[in-house]
């Protein structure tokens, strides 16, 4: 049976959003376990299935765990009454959520979950498009994700999101320099001298299959973390939040449905975010440095891709639950804290980063 | 007053102080703002000296027995010879030259000592004491006790729930035997009941026997109770004092106008009880005065305006009341229970609709020759000066009844009159259309066109003059009902439809015009009149033969007196 | 006098922030493992302490007199003005007539009671106390009004060893102290 490609790239399409959309709601479940945690709490632990609570021992311990817990937020998200404030300029205030959530979901379809090595031997990524220019598909269309908060922040027409909006783009702008900055020795390294050229992040994951390149290149990696979380506004770096100076920063005015669109679509950063770590500097799909899944024997056929993509969710997880880490663990910055930080440290040092490995790399290939 | 000359100087704790002859230490003191703590000492009765709270160091300057010359200090002042003991504040009258001291170890002394004793039986009833809050006991023992007891032994145990008369209540273990209502009894209500049996500390205040305390002033004995052991039957147990707010007001139950303050808390009236005006009432008045307060809450008390019995807004009774007093032949019948501000109001209003006549409703009643005039009316010498009427009223309105019958009077407004009950007919009252002002239902409210609920004296403020020609004032104590409308507002409102031009409708705001120059009440204003009222010149009010007879602080007219 | 707290000059680990941080999550990483100190309300109760200033109530002494004789302190002295007395005389039928006084009606709206504990602190008679119940609910204002068959139903017995009218009523008994 034959099934029309473009058919089969939509049902591709709903199953990775879907799958995202789960990641997100889980998320936001672990964000209030492992805060619990840290702050020697419980977190949350009534909610119950009717039915699948009622199962001895596994339902109870499920519902300790919270596990049933994001189905009644997302329907809180649905059903709370949706208030539309009479200030708001209402055309570019319903947009901003869907503009911030759009890109985060839009930059998956670059992103590689493994691959598959079919009878042939051929190396197929799985990825919903498998583009040249994946990286800088990626970074271009994540920094549309700011005109979102801009645009609520702008649209809500009231000092404190106006405040927030103005405080993102502004962060925003800082991070993304130092961050474009620390990925180019990687890319340098990928595209040497005699090889393809590519910027697909396939092949960036496939060129670590002997050092990771967080190994190689640490201070690449601590700039782009950093400046991870400085552009999916994670705390320290949530700025354009911010409880305690601007009540709720750029969503305060939303509610209901928008908020929730807002809310997600940070999750949704975060894991693309972490993704995209993976991929650059966590050798992908790779278990260890210089241990492939070839090298185990194990990465053919159907055993080889659920190995290789259950390996790069572990990794995402991993980096999701470090995100959650720093949040419980960091204070906020202050605003003229980040913007030292981001022009004053990670720009230079990004900068000498970069030139550091364009002399290294001209020696290793000139072979010094 | 007394001449310069005649007053005594004498010397209270260091300062100089001039005084009239005759005026006690507790009194002198009082004039430089010191208290010297009593009981059993009241400026209105005689000294009896016997709780000994007063005692102060006395000294008088001494004179050499040979020669008769004062003895004199080094420094050329007089030498004070201090007496051995202390003397008694209340019964020491000033004399020249004397010195006392009131706060000198031996006085202070002497004070606790009197304090102990007498808290040495006393038992620790201030919770449930109705006194609590305003008992001198309490005061002073807070301010010359010693704070603990070294009392040991069993406290005497007495009857406590005695009833002394119908209004009063005695708790004799309470009791510090100061006789002050011995006396009062003896002095001013001329009813000799009380008196102590017993002795030591068997003494209990008792009832002669087979009589009770049961005049009109009975309740006078609770007023002057320094502690709480005469308490009022009525007001026992109902409201701790310190939650009342009191408020000045007269007491309208005859032409004595009795001062008097109402305590309430939060809209609703506890108690009404005496105050001090030595021109009037000294710190009296009557029991049934003070049973005034009950009206407000009682059955009977209409609580919205009505047209044709079907109830109606205030502002809708008033728009149908100048309807209905437009339409000509109107009598008005005031009453001398209203203020002059209201009796204004109602000669502006038989102006304005031509009445044929005004009328008042006389009550007379009997005379106790104290506080209880023949006028049962408070306020006939209102109506007199603001020219609402000019002769003594009537008790029955038979000449308002002659002139319904042959048609004259077609309408009446009668302000907080029953006209049933001053001599109409119920057929006479048929044929009028009738607009009413009160307070309370009567055969006259149910047959009005037209009834406005007004409110009663505590509810409002305004003014009354008295016997003495006395004009006193009353301020508003609660708010009325919802439903009611001040008398004077509704009388004004009503005034202004007549004529077509506005008329003053409140208490401050009146008096502009009453008090206005060349006026009888010329330079009088409601703000400024003092508590104590201000005496009106009656001259022109001599000829009328007012019925009044002599009373505590009231002399009628000879002239008056000769016409009866 | 304004003072000035020195901050001790950041070394150059410090300096450097990143090993900072490290310390900081090993911190936080090991209070994951540590156990909650959450006390999950319903099913667990926290221990009251002593003297702890929960619902006013009113007591009854050992012999079931209800010792409250309305004297209104509580009333003066509360802050939000939540308590509410009607009092009344105690019949001269009754056995304890000689106590006079007892509270006809008496509330306390616990919507506006702030659990200071004035009232306990005032009264003479130690008849009302804060005790230990510390959460009351209602679906109306009504509901949160308690009444003083709700105190006294609330409040219990007190173990009181003082009988200080009774003391009076044995005087009494006695020939009255002469």
Redesign the interface.
């Known amino acids: 049976m034959e099934i029309n490609p473009i058919v089969l790239k939509f049902v591709y399409a709903a199953v990775v959003v879907s799958v995202i959309m789960g990641l997100c709601s889980y998320a936001v479940l672990a964000e209030r376990k492992i805060s619990s945690w840290i702050q020697g709490r419980v977190g949350p632990n009534r909610t119950a299935l009717p039915l699948v609570g009622g199962i001895p021992i596994l339902g109870p311990f499920l519902t300790r765990l919270g596990i049933f817990q994001p189905i009644p937020d997302g329907l809180k998200f649905l059903f709370k009454e949706d208030v539309l404030p009479g200030h708001v300029n209402k055309f570019y205030f319903m947009m901003a959520p869907v503009i911030s959530l759009v890109p985060a979901l839009t930059t998956v379809v670059v992103v590689p979950f493994g691959r598959f090595v079919n009878e042939a031997g051929d190396v197929v990524p799985l990825v919903l498009a498998n583009v040249n220019v994946g990286l800088l598909f990626l970074f271009a269309i994540s920094s549309l994700g700011v005109y979102g908060v801009v645009l609520a922040g702008w649209s809500s027409n009231s000092k404190y999101p106006f405040l927030g909006g103005i405080r993102a783009s502004a962060q925003m702008i800082s991070y993304e320099l130092a961050m474009g900055v620390s990925v180019l020795p990687i890319l340098m390294w990928v595209n040497a001298p005699g090889k393809e050229g590519t910027m697909n992040l396939f092949d960036i994951a496939v060129a670590q299959n002997g050092f990771w390149f967080a190994m190689w290149m640490p201070l690449s990696a601590i700039i782009f973390l950093v400046c991870l979380f400085a552009e999916t506004n994670r705390l320290p770096f949530d700025m354009a939040e911010s409880e305690t100076e601007l009540v709720s920063g750029f969503h305060t005015e939303y509610s209901s449905f928008k908020f929730g669109l807002f809310f997600v679509g940070e999750y949704a950063h975060m894991v693309i975010g972490s993704c995209v770590f993976t991929l650059l500097f966590l050798g992908g799909w790779n278990p260890l440095p210089f241990v492939t899944l070839e090298s185990l024997g194990m990465g053919q056929g159907i055993l080889g891709a659920v190995l290789s993509v259950g390996i790069f969710l572990g990794k995402m997880c991993a980096m999701m639950f470090f995100f959650m880490w720093i949040r419980w663990t960091l204070p906020r910055f202050r605003y003229d804290q980040v913007m030292k930080l981001g022009w004053t440290i990670l720009l230079p040092l990004s900068i000498a980063n970069l030139i550091l490995y364009i002399f290294i790399i001209y020696y290793l290939d000139t072979g010094l | 007053m007394e001449e310069k000359d005649n007053l005594i100087t004498v010397n209270i704790d260091g300062q100089d102080l001039q005084v009239p002859p005759g005026t006690n230490m507790v009194e002198a003191a009082a004039m430089l703002g010191k208290e010297i703590p009593h009981y059993c000492y009241h400026p209105k009765l005689t000294i009896a000296g016997n709780c000994r709270m007063c005692l102060v160091e006395m000294g008088m300057p001494g004179k050499d027995r040979a020669t008769g010359e004062p003895m004199l200090n080094e420094d050329g002042t007089p030498k004070v010879m201090w007496m051995p003991g202390p003397a008694i504040g209340c019964g020491t009258k000033a004399a020249p030259g004397m010195h006392i001291k009131t706060d000198s170890p031996k006085a202070i002394e002497s004070r606790e000592a009197v304090t102990e004793f007498l808290l040495l039986n006393h038992p620790l009833d201030c919770p449930i004491c109705d006194q609590a809050g305003e008992c001198t006991l309490q005061e002073f023992s807070s301010s010359h006790g010693r704070g603990y007891s070294r009392f040991i032994e069993e406290k005497n145990v007495k009857p406590k729930r005695t009833r002394l008369g119908p209004r009063v209540t005695l708790d004799d273990e309470r009791c510090v035997l100061c006789s002050r209502c011995i006396r009062f009894c003896d002095e001013v209500a001329g009813d000799s009941v009380l008196g102590f049996t017993d002795r030591g500390s068997y003494s209990t205040l008792t009832c002669f026997p087979g009589k009770e305390l049961a005049n009109n002033y009975s309740l006078n004995t609770v007023d002057i109770c320094p502690v709480g052991a005469l308490t009022s039957t009525d007001f026992r147990f109902k409201m701790r004092v310190w939650f009342l707010k009191e408020t000045n007001s007269i007491d309208l139950e005859t032409s004595v106008g009795a001062n008097t303050v109402v305590s309430a808390r939060e809209g609703k009236v506890y108690r009404v009880k005496p105050r001090r005006n030595d021109e009037v009432n000294d710190t009296w008045m009557t029991d049934s005065g003070r049973e005034l307060y009950k009206t407000i809450e009682s059955e009977d008390r209409l609580l919205e305006c009505s047209i044709g019995g079907v109830p109606a807004s205030a502002q809708d009774a008033i728009a149908e009341a100048s309807s209905v007093l437009q339409g000509g032949g109107v009598a008005i019948v005031g009453s001398g229970r209203n203020s002059v501000e209201e009796q204004y109001a109602l000669k502006a209003i038989a102006k304005s609709t031509n009445a044929s006549a005004v009328y008042l409703v006389a009550r007379y009643g009997e005379d106790d020759g104290i506080l209880m005039s023949v006028d049962r009316n408070p306020n006939v010498r209102g109506a007199l000066m603001t020219g609402l009427i000019d002769a003594l009223p009537e008790e029955q309105l038979s000449g308002l009844g002659a002139k319904i019958d042959s048609g004259e009077v077609t309408t009446v407004l009668s302000s907080q009159e029953d006209l049933l009950a001053a001599g109409l007919s119920e057929e006479q009252l048929g044929k009028v259309s009738i607009v009413y002002l009160g307070t309370h239902r009567n055969g006259t409210s149910e047959r009005a066109k037209v009834v406005l609920a007004g409110l009663t004296s505590f509810e409002k403020s305004g003014t009354v003059i008295n016997q003495q020609f006395r004009i006193q004032k009353y301020s508003r104590v609660v708010p009325g009902p919802g439903g009611a409308i001040e008398d004077l507002y509704a009388l004004a409102m009503i005034q202004a439809n007549l004529s077509g031009e506005s008329f003053a409708s409140t208490v401050g705001s009146i008096w502009k015009e009453i008090g206005a120059e060349g006026t009888p009440l010329a330079g009088i204003a409601f703000q400024s009149l003092s508590d104590q009222g201000q005496l009106l010149d009656s001259s022109a009010f001599d000829h009328i033969p007012f019925k009044e007879g002599k009373s505590l602080h009231f002399e009628p007219k000879q002239e008056a007196v000769a016409a009866e | 006098m304004p003072f000035v707290i020195k901050r001790k000059p950041l070394n150059l680990m410090e300096k450097l922030y ?1 090993p900072e ?1 490290a310390r ?2 090993s ?3 090991k ?2 493992w ?5 006390l ?1 309300y319903p099913e667990q109760r926290p221990t009251i302490p002593e003297g702890y200033r929960g619902v006013p109530t009113l007591v009854r002494d050992p012999e079931g007199r209800e010792k409250c ?5 509580c ?2 002295v509360c802050p939000p003005k939540a308590i509410r007395i009607v ?3 105690i019949p ?1 039928d009754s056995e304890y007539a ?4 007892g509270p006809k009606e008496f509330d306390i709206d616990m919507l506006r009671c702030i659990y200071c504990g004035m009232c306990e602190e005032v009264c ?2 130690e008849a009302i106390w804060l005790q230990n119940q510390f959460s009351m609910s209602g679906y109306s204002r009504e509901e949160m009004v308690n009444n003083k068959d709700k105190l006294y139903e609330l409040g219990g017995t007190l173990p009181d060893e003082h009988f ?1 009218w009774n003391k ?1 009523k044995d ?2 008994a ?1 020939g ?3």
């Open positions: 990143l941080i900081g999550l911190t936080t990483f209070k994951i540590e156990k909650p100190v959450t999950e004789v309305s004297c209104q302190l009333e003066f009092p009344g005389e001269e000689h106590v006079e006084k003479p008679e200080k009076k005087a009494a006695k009255g102290g002469h």
